[in-house]
Protein backbone atom coordinates (compact mmCIF):
# COMPACT_ATOMS: atom_id res chain seq x y z
CA UNK A 1 0.00 0.00 0.00
CA UNK A 2 1.12 3.66 -0.03
CA UNK A 3 3.23 4.77 2.51
CA UNK A 4 1.22 7.53 5.08
CA UNK A 5 2.34 10.60 7.16
CA UNK A 6 0.65 12.64 9.19
CA UNK A 7 1.19 16.43 8.01
CA UNK A 8 -1.30 17.98 10.92
CA UNK A 9 -1.22 16.58 13.87
CA UNK A 10 -3.91 19.10 15.29
CA UNK A 11 -6.00 20.57 12.49
CA UNK A 12 -8.61 22.02 14.84
CA UNK A 13 -5.23 24.36 16.07
CA UNK A 14 -5.31 25.25 12.00
CA UNK A 15 -8.93 25.66 12.24
CA UNK A 16 -8.70 28.09 15.21
CA UNK A 17 -5.24 29.62 14.07
CA UNK A 18 -6.96 30.86 10.35
CA UNK A 19 -9.18 33.81 12.07
CA UNK A 20 -6.13 34.63 13.84
CA UNK A 21 -6.82 38.52 12.08
CA UNK A 22 -9.96 38.82 14.08
CA UNK A 23 -12.29 41.81 13.08
CA UNK A 24 -9.32 43.91 11.64
CA UNK A 25 -9.40 42.08 8.18
CA UNK A 26 -11.92 39.36 8.14
CA UNK A 27 -15.04 41.66 9.58
CA UNK A 28 -16.40 44.85 9.04
CA UNK A 29 -16.30 47.61 11.63
CA UNK A 30 -20.19 46.82 13.41
CA UNK A 31 -21.86 50.68 13.34
CA UNK A 32 -24.76 49.55 14.04
CA UNK A 33 -23.61 48.47 17.41
CA UNK A 34 -22.30 50.30 20.39
CA UNK A 35 -18.56 49.86 20.42
CA UNK A 36 -15.69 49.79 23.17
CA UNK A 37 -13.66 52.82 23.25
CA UNK A 38 -11.07 50.11 22.37
CA UNK A 39 -12.68 49.65 19.50
CA UNK A 40 -13.14 53.29 18.35
CA UNK A 41 -9.93 53.93 19.53
CA UNK A 42 -8.63 51.74 16.36
CA UNK A 43 -10.85 52.64 14.03
CA UNK A 44 -9.88 56.18 14.48
CA UNK A 45 -6.18 54.62 13.04
CA UNK A 46 -8.01 52.70 10.23
CA UNK A 47 -10.13 55.39 9.21
CA UNK A 48 -7.37 57.55 9.03
CA UNK A 49 -4.46 55.28 7.69
CA UNK A 50 -6.92 53.87 4.92
CA UNK A 51 -8.13 56.93 3.74
CA UNK A 52 -5.00 59.43 3.35
CA UNK A 53 -6.16 61.57 0.45
CA UNK A 54 -9.99 62.68 2.65
CA UNK A 55 -8.70 62.22 6.25
CA UNK A 56 -5.50 63.19 8.64
CA UNK A 57 -6.01 62.82 12.52
CA UNK A 58 -4.22 64.70 15.14
CA UNK A 59 -4.30 64.78 18.82
CA UNK A 60 -5.59 67.80 20.64
CA UNK A 61 -5.22 67.13 24.18
CA UNK A 62 -5.10 63.96 26.77
CA UNK A 63 -8.19 63.17 29.15
CA UNK A 64 -7.69 62.94 32.99
CA UNK A 65 -6.52 59.41 32.61
CA UNK A 66 -4.12 59.96 30.29
CA UNK A 67 -5.98 58.51 26.72
CA UNK A 68 -5.11 60.46 23.40
CA UNK A 69 -7.71 63.08 22.59
CA UNK A 70 -7.81 62.68 18.46
CA UNK A 71 -9.76 64.65 15.97
CA UNK A 72 -10.18 63.48 12.46
CA UNK A 73 -10.23 65.93 9.88
CA UNK A 74 -12.71 64.92 6.85
CA UNK A 75 -12.02 66.95 3.32
CA UNK A 76 -10.46 67.08 -0.21
CA UNK A 77 -6.40 68.51 0.24
CA UNK A 78 -6.07 71.74 -0.28
CA UNK A 79 -2.98 74.44 -0.30
CA UNK A 80 -5.08 76.80 1.47
CA UNK A 81 -6.77 76.69 5.31
CA UNK A 82 -10.43 75.83 3.90
CA UNK A 83 -13.20 76.62 6.35
CA UNK A 84 -13.96 74.20 8.63
CA UNK A 85 -17.49 72.68 11.25
CA UNK A 86 -16.16 71.44 14.29
CA UNK A 87 -18.31 68.19 14.91
CA UNK A 88 -17.97 66.54 18.49
CA UNK A 89 -19.46 63.19 19.92
CA UNK A 90 -19.89 62.13 23.91
CA UNK A 91 -19.23 64.96 25.84
CA UNK A 92 -21.64 63.09 28.34
CA UNK A 93 -20.55 59.58 28.78
CA UNK A 94 -24.01 57.54 29.02
CA UNK A 95 -25.38 59.16 25.91
CA UNK A 96 -23.80 56.37 23.54
CA UNK A 97 -26.05 57.36 20.83
CA UNK A 98 -23.74 60.36 20.22
CA UNK A 99 -20.47 58.59 19.54
CA UNK A 100 -22.24 56.29 17.13
CA UNK A 101 -23.48 59.28 15.24
CA UNK A 102 -19.78 61.10 15.07
CA UNK A 103 -18.79 57.31 13.89
CA UNK A 104 -21.35 56.98 11.46
CA UNK A 105 -20.68 60.55 10.23
CA UNK A 106 -16.78 59.69 9.18
CA UNK A 107 -18.34 56.21 7.05
CA UNK A 108 -21.05 58.54 5.33
CA UNK A 109 -18.52 61.16 4.78
CA UNK A 110 -16.01 58.54 2.98
CA UNK A 111 -18.73 56.47 1.16
CA UNK A 112 -20.93 58.94 0.04
CA UNK A 113 -17.90 61.83 -1.83
CA UNK A 114 -17.80 61.43 -5.14
CA UNK A 115 -21.17 60.07 -5.66
CA UNK A 116 -22.76 62.33 -3.21
CA UNK A 117 -23.50 65.48 -4.55
CA UNK A 118 -23.95 67.74 -1.57
CA UNK A 119 -21.36 65.65 0.74
CA UNK A 120 -18.75 66.06 -2.18
CA UNK A 121 -19.39 69.40 -2.77
CA UNK A 122 -19.14 70.05 1.35
CA UNK A 123 -16.04 68.28 1.38
CA UNK A 124 -13.94 69.77 -1.59
CA UNK A 125 -14.65 73.35 0.06
CA UNK A 126 -14.68 72.91 3.52
CA UNK A 127 -13.31 70.61 6.44
CA UNK A 128 -15.09 68.84 8.82
CA UNK A 129 -13.29 68.01 12.12
CA UNK A 130 -14.84 65.38 14.39
CA UNK A 131 -13.95 64.35 18.07
CA UNK A 132 -15.93 60.73 18.10
CA UNK A 133 -15.56 60.87 21.84
CA UNK A 134 -15.09 64.09 23.78
CA UNK A 135 -14.93 62.36 27.12
CA UNK A 136 -13.07 59.19 26.75
CA UNK A 137 -12.85 58.50 30.53
CA UNK A 138 -16.35 58.65 31.23
CA UNK A 139 -17.27 56.88 28.23
CA UNK A 140 -14.99 53.97 29.15
CA UNK A 141 -16.55 54.19 32.42
CA UNK A 142 -19.97 53.30 31.27
CA UNK A 143 -18.63 50.48 29.66
CA UNK A 144 -17.04 49.04 32.49
CA UNK A 145 -18.74 50.02 35.97
CA UNK A 146 -21.62 52.48 35.83
CA UNK A 147 -23.78 52.71 32.62
CA UNK A 148 -25.44 55.94 33.60
CA UNK A 149 -22.07 57.88 34.36
CA UNK A 150 -22.33 61.55 32.68
CA UNK A 151 -19.23 63.82 33.78
CA UNK A 152 -15.61 63.33 33.64
CA UNK A 153 -13.22 61.27 35.95
CA UNK A 154 -11.18 63.77 37.28
CA UNK A 155 -9.92 63.65 40.92
CA UNK A 156 -8.95 66.39 43.47
CA UNK A 157 -7.91 65.76 46.78
CA UNK A 158 -10.51 68.33 48.06
CA UNK A 159 -13.40 66.02 47.19
CA UNK A 160 -14.17 62.21 47.55
CA UNK A 161 -16.51 62.95 44.60
CA UNK A 162 -15.34 62.25 41.11
CA UNK A 163 -15.55 64.15 37.73
CA UNK A 164 -17.39 67.67 36.86
CA UNK A 165 -19.80 67.87 33.99
CA UNK A 166 -17.91 69.19 31.13
CA UNK A 167 -21.19 70.55 29.52
CA UNK A 168 -20.67 73.07 32.37
CA UNK A 169 -17.35 73.71 32.72
CA UNK A 170 -16.89 75.50 29.49
CA UNK A 171 -16.34 79.24 29.80
CA UNK A 172 -20.01 80.91 29.07
CA UNK A 173 -21.50 82.43 31.98
CA UNK A 174 -19.92 79.54 33.86
CA UNK A 175 -21.71 78.30 36.86
CA UNK A 176 -24.31 80.80 37.17
CA UNK A 177 -27.23 79.48 36.37
CA UNK A 178 -28.74 75.42 35.67
CA UNK A 179 -25.20 74.03 37.22
CA UNK A 180 -23.60 72.79 40.96
CA UNK A 181 -20.89 74.18 42.24
CA UNK A 182 -21.39 70.85 44.70
CA UNK A 183 -18.20 68.42 43.42
CA UNK A 184 -21.19 65.63 44.02
CA UNK A 185 -23.97 66.52 41.92
CA UNK A 186 -24.32 65.64 38.34
CA UNK A 187 -23.47 68.62 36.89
CA UNK A 188 -21.02 70.03 39.14
CA UNK A 189 -19.21 72.69 37.12
CA UNK A 190 -15.78 71.96 37.79
CA UNK A 191 -13.14 74.36 40.55
CA UNK A 192 -13.03 76.84 37.60
CA UNK A 193 -13.77 77.30 33.96
CA UNK A 194 -11.75 74.48 31.45
CA UNK A 195 -10.57 72.72 34.77
CA UNK A 196 -11.10 69.76 33.02
CA UNK A 197 -8.41 68.82 30.71
CA UNK A 198 -10.60 67.25 28.35
CA UNK A 199 -12.53 70.88 28.13
CA UNK A 200 -9.26 73.26 27.87
CA UNK A 201 -8.02 70.64 25.06
CA UNK A 202 -11.32 71.32 23.40
CA UNK A 203 -11.17 75.19 23.83
CA UNK A 204 -7.41 75.73 23.22
CA UNK A 205 -8.56 73.83 19.56
CA UNK A 206 -11.16 75.92 18.78
CA UNK A 207 -9.34 79.07 19.71
CA UNK A 208 -6.50 78.22 17.72
CA UNK A 209 -8.51 77.40 14.34
CA UNK A 210 -11.54 80.09 15.43
CA UNK A 211 -10.97 81.98 11.95
CA UNK A 212 -11.71 78.66 9.95
CA UNK A 213 -14.05 77.27 12.46
CA UNK A 214 -17.66 78.15 10.75
CA UNK A 215 -19.89 76.09 12.98
CA UNK A 216 -19.56 74.16 15.67
CA UNK A 217 -22.36 70.71 16.77
CA UNK A 218 -22.28 68.82 19.29
CA UNK A 219 -24.14 65.91 19.43
CA UNK A 220 -25.82 64.94 22.73
CA UNK A 221 -29.25 62.36 23.66
CA UNK A 222 -31.72 62.52 24.81
CA UNK A 223 -34.94 64.79 23.60
CA UNK A 224 -35.32 64.99 19.85
CA UNK A 225 -34.21 68.89 20.31
CA UNK A 226 -31.81 70.88 17.71
CA UNK A 227 -30.50 73.72 20.35
CA UNK A 228 -28.96 76.88 19.79
CA UNK A 229 -27.82 80.00 21.96
CA UNK A 230 -28.49 81.08 24.70
CA UNK A 231 -28.48 78.52 27.63
CA UNK A 232 -27.10 81.14 30.26
CA UNK A 233 -29.54 83.19 29.71
CA UNK A 234 -32.93 83.67 27.97
CA UNK A 235 -31.58 86.60 25.91
CA UNK A 236 -31.80 86.23 22.23
CA UNK A 237 -28.61 85.62 20.50
CA UNK A 238 -27.77 88.45 18.05
CA UNK A 239 -28.54 85.78 15.04
CA UNK A 240 -31.51 84.11 16.78
CA UNK A 241 -33.85 84.96 13.63
CA UNK A 242 -31.31 82.79 11.53
CA UNK A 243 -30.36 80.64 13.68
CA UNK A 244 -34.26 79.41 14.03
CA UNK A 245 -35.10 79.37 10.33
CA UNK A 246 -31.92 77.23 9.90
CA UNK A 247 -33.22 74.87 12.54
CA UNK A 248 -36.22 74.47 11.85
CA UNK A 249 -34.91 73.73 7.83
CA UNK A 250 -32.70 71.11 9.65
CA UNK A 251 -35.48 69.51 11.98
CA UNK A 252 -37.88 69.38 8.63
CA UNK A 253 -35.39 67.83 6.69
CA UNK A 254 -34.37 65.19 9.79
CA UNK A 255 -38.47 64.58 10.08
CA UNK A 256 -38.71 63.77 6.27
CA UNK A 257 -37.20 60.05 6.59
CA UNK A 258 -39.63 58.53 9.53
CA UNK A 259 -41.23 61.23 10.56
CA UNK A 260 -39.19 62.06 13.52
CA UNK A 261 -40.25 65.23 15.41
CA UNK A 262 -37.81 67.55 16.79
CA UNK A 263 -38.53 70.80 18.73
CA UNK A 264 -35.77 73.70 17.79
CA UNK A 265 -34.99 76.68 19.90
CA UNK A 266 -32.38 78.58 22.46
CA UNK A 267 -31.15 76.64 24.74
CA UNK A 268 -32.71 78.16 28.33
CA UNK A 269 -36.24 78.48 26.74
CA UNK A 270 -36.51 75.27 25.14
CA UNK A 271 -35.16 72.50 27.35
CA UNK A 272 -33.38 74.62 30.73
CA UNK A 273 -30.89 77.36 31.86
CA UNK A 274 -27.82 76.11 31.92
CA UNK A 275 -24.34 78.12 31.81
CA UNK A 276 -20.64 76.63 30.86
CA UNK A 277 -21.96 74.66 27.64
CA UNK A 278 -19.86 74.30 24.77
CA UNK A 279 -22.47 76.02 22.52
CA UNK A 280 -22.86 79.37 24.36
CA UNK A 281 -18.72 79.47 24.61
CA UNK A 282 -18.19 78.63 20.94
CA UNK A 283 -21.28 81.34 19.85
CA UNK A 284 -19.20 83.57 21.71
CA UNK A 285 -16.16 83.60 20.66
CA UNK A 286 -17.47 84.02 17.05
CA UNK A 287 -18.93 80.64 15.51
CA UNK A 288 -21.92 81.78 13.86
CA UNK A 289 -23.80 78.27 13.76
CA UNK A 290 -23.66 76.61 17.42
CA UNK A 291 -25.81 73.77 17.91
CA UNK A 292 -26.81 71.73 20.31
CA UNK A 293 -28.47 68.12 18.86
CA UNK A 294 -30.31 65.78 21.73
CA UNK A 295 -30.77 62.74 19.17
CA UNK A 296 -33.38 60.09 19.84
CA UNK A 297 -35.27 59.41 21.97
CA UNK A 298 -37.91 61.19 23.92
CA UNK A 299 -37.58 59.14 27.19
CA UNK A 300 -39.12 55.46 26.71
CA UNK A 301 -35.38 54.06 26.19
CA UNK A 302 -33.83 57.46 26.72
CA UNK A 303 -29.82 56.95 26.97
CA UNK A 304 -30.55 53.26 26.87
CA UNK A 305 -31.68 53.08 23.14
CA UNK A 306 -31.77 49.84 21.52
CA UNK A 307 -28.81 49.49 18.84
CA UNK A 308 -31.80 48.57 16.32
CA UNK A 309 -32.82 52.18 16.33
CA UNK A 310 -28.83 53.30 15.42
CA UNK A 311 -29.10 53.05 11.77
CA UNK A 312 -32.66 55.23 11.65
CA UNK A 313 -31.08 57.44 14.04
CA UNK A 314 -27.73 58.38 12.13
CA UNK A 315 -29.24 58.10 8.64
CA UNK A 316 -32.35 60.79 9.78
CA UNK A 317 -29.70 62.76 11.89
CA UNK A 318 -27.12 62.59 8.62
CA UNK A 319 -30.10 64.95 6.42
CA UNK A 320 -30.21 67.12 9.38
CA UNK A 321 -26.25 68.07 9.87
CA UNK A 322 -26.12 68.22 5.95
CA UNK A 323 -29.19 70.98 6.03
CA UNK A 324 -26.73 73.47 8.00
CA UNK A 325 -23.59 72.52 6.58
CA UNK A 326 -25.11 73.54 2.87
CA UNK A 327 -26.29 77.11 4.89
CA UNK A 328 -23.31 77.04 6.13
CA UNK A 329 -21.30 76.41 2.71
CA UNK A 330 -24.03 79.31 0.95
CA UNK A 331 -22.90 81.65 3.74
CA UNK A 332 -19.96 81.83 4.58
CA UNK A 333 -18.62 84.49 6.69
O1 LIG B 1 -27.76 69.77 29.90
C1 LIG B 1 -27.03 69.60 28.91
O2 LIG B 1 -25.82 69.75 28.95
C2 LIG B 1 -27.67 69.18 27.59
N1 LIG B 1 -28.72 68.20 27.81
S1 LIG B 1 -28.29 66.67 28.29
O3 LIG B 1 -29.51 65.98 28.63
N2 LIG B 1 -27.64 65.91 27.07
O4 LIG B 1 -27.35 66.77 29.37
C3 LIG B 1 -28.25 70.40 26.91
C4 LIG B 1 -27.21 71.43 26.54
C5 LIG B 1 -27.80 72.68 25.97
N3 LIG B 1 -26.82 73.73 25.91
C6 LIG B 1 -26.35 74.37 27.03
N4 LIG B 1 -26.84 74.16 28.22
N5 LIG B 1 -25.40 75.27 26.84
ZN1 LIG C 1 -25.66 65.46 27.08
Not at 137 to 148: E, I, L, V
Not at 180 to 188: G, I, L, Q
Not at 259 to 269: D, F, I, L, V
Request: charged residues 20%; hydrophobic residues 35%; proline residues 4%.
Amino acid sequence: SLPKRVLVEDLQAYVEDQLDNQEISTKAYNYMKYNSWEKIEAWISTMASANPSLVSKQVIGTTFEGRSMTVLKIGKQSSSTKPAIFLDCGIHAREWISPAFCQWFVKEALETYGSDAQMTSLLDQMDVIVLPVFNIDGYAYTWSNNRMWRKTRSRRPSSSCVGADPNRNFDAGWCTTGASSNPCSDTYCGSKPESEMEVKAVADYIRLNHSNIKAYLTVHSYSQLLLFPYSYTFQLAAHHSELLQVAEGAAKALRSLYGTRYTSGPGAATIYPAAGGSDDWAYDLGVKYSYTFELRDTGRYGFLLPESQIKPTCMETMLAVKYIAAHVLENLY
